[in-house]
Structures are given as structure tokens and as C-alpha cells.
């Protein structure tokens, strides 16, 4: 089976960065995506990983542990806008994507 | 600009109605769509996975005769909730791909339906 785990909720401050975990156990993987989404809004694309180690990409970096079945999104410089869900998904068989639950971020000024 | 489409992105409907949501995949083929459904405050959950010229794959606790699926070409999949009850009402969103493994997954805008 298919199993996502990330926090709920996550606060930090404005110009602060902030770590979102993801810890997963899948039957098959062939790479990991971050994805944000803002309420009522079809998600969008944040990063993909599918080998070992931190890809960076502006004020978002994400890191893949596929022995640990770990990830975590790091964003940087936090913004207001930043507040949104962010999810966790692998693709195992096919293109089929599995989330985890979101974590939501507020941004507190 | 979105290179998925999906329509309408609101619709209202009267219980015992069906509600019929297209899918189009704007300037790739898509020979599989996946649909979604989101409740409030939730992450998606997978409903089917739709393959172009058959049936479509369902999730395990998916009613296929309440959720119909058409894959009827390779850039437009169909979503019908049929006899729509309250319990129906929720964000459904579709997403494809294209072609090849290691590819990310582009959404739809979403439809909110709301069964009254």
C-alpha cells in the first residue's frame, strides 16, 4: 500500500524559512513532487525529485533520501503569498500520483 | 498558461441531476488522465485513473456507476456524477501528463460542485 505522512500546520514569520517533511512507504517509487496550492485553486508545481540529494530552485529547495523514504521542502525568505498547502506526492506505477494529507503554512508578519 | 483545461469550474445542481466535467489536455496527448476529488481542508484523493480508448481504472471505494469516466480522445476525458446526492458536493480536479515517466503532473483549475 501507499503511505504519506506530513504535518497538518506550520506557522513561521515573515523572512524566516521553514522545513516541511515528508516520510513515505510506497509499493514502487519513480520520484517524489512538491506541489503548492492556495484555497479553492488546483495545485501547482513546485519541484521534482528522483535521485538523492537537494535540488534547488530560487527560494524553494527540496531533498530526497530514497533509503530513508524522506524529503522535506525547504523555503527560504518567506512571503506572505508563501501561505498556501503544500503537498507531497509520489509517483509509483504509471503517472499515478499519491498525496500526502498538506501541511498548511501561515506566514505571520 | 495552463496547458489543462477543465470546465466548468462552478456548477450548482439539484439533487437526482447529473453533472457532466471536461477535461482537456491544451497542446500534449494524454492518453491517461487521473481525477481527483478534495474535500475542505484535505489533500486530493485519487478517484480513477482515465485510459484513452477503454475503461477507465478505479480506486478502491469508487463507485464506476456513479462516477462515470469517458476517455473518448487523447486530449479530453469526462467526469459525469450521476444522480448527484449532497454528499457529492466537493472539488474534483484532473490532471495529466505528458508523455514519459519522469514527467510532473499538470492540473485542471478545479470544478466545486455543490449538489442542493
Known amino acids: 500500500g501507499q503511505n504519506i505522512d506530513q504535518p497538518t500546520e506550520m506557522t513561521a514569520t515573515e523572512g524566516a524559512i521553514v522545513q516541511i517533511n515528508c516520510t513515505y512507504q510506497?509499493?514502487?517509487?519513480?520520484?517524489l513532487f512538491w506541489y503548492q496550492q492556495h484555497a479553492g485553486e488546483a495545485p501547482t508545481f513546485l519541484s521534482y525529485?528522483?535521485?538523492?540529494g537537494l535540488e534547488e530552485k530560487g527560494r524553494f529547495s527540496s531533498f530526497l533520501s530514497r533509503s530513508k523514504g524522506y524529503s522535506y521542502l525547504l523555503l527560504k525568505e518567506l512571503q506572505m503569498k508563501d501561505s498556501a498547502s503544500y503537498l507531497c506526492a509520489v509517483k509509483a506505477a504509471g503517472n499515478k500520483l499519491t498525496f500526502g494529507g498538506g501541511t498548511r503554512v501561515l506566514v505571520k508578519p | 498558461g495552463a496547458v489543462v483545461s477543465q470546465h466548468p469550474s462552478r456548477v450548482i445542481c439539484k439533487s437526482g441531476t447529473s453533472v457532466k466535467i471536461e477535461c482537456r489536455s491544451l497542446?500534449?496527448?494524454?492518453?491517461?488522465m487521473f481525477w481527483y476529488r478534495q474535500f475542505p481542508k484535505k489533500s486530493l484523493m485519487l478517484m480513477a485513473t482515465s485510459n484513452e480508448g477503454s475503461k477507465a481504472t478505479y480506486e478502491q471505494g469508487v463507485e464506476k456507476d456513479k462516477f462515470l469516466i469517458n476517455h473518448a480522445s487523447l486530449t479530453l476525458s469526462t467526469l459525469t456524477v450521476t444522480s448527484a446526492h449532497p454528499e457529492d458536493s466537493s472539488f474534483y480536479i484532473c490532471?495529466?501528463?505528458?508523455?514519459?515517466?519522469?514527467?510532473?503532473?499538470?492540473f485542471g483549475q478545479g470544478t466545486r460542485l455543490t449538489v442542493v
Open positions: 497542446d500534449f496527448q494524454a492518453t491517461t
Open positions: 510506497t509499493s514502487g517509487f519513480n520520484g
Open positions: 525529485n528522483v535521485l538523492d
Open positions: 490532471s495529466a501528463s505528458r508523455q514519459g515517466m519522469n514527467t510532473e503532473a499538470f
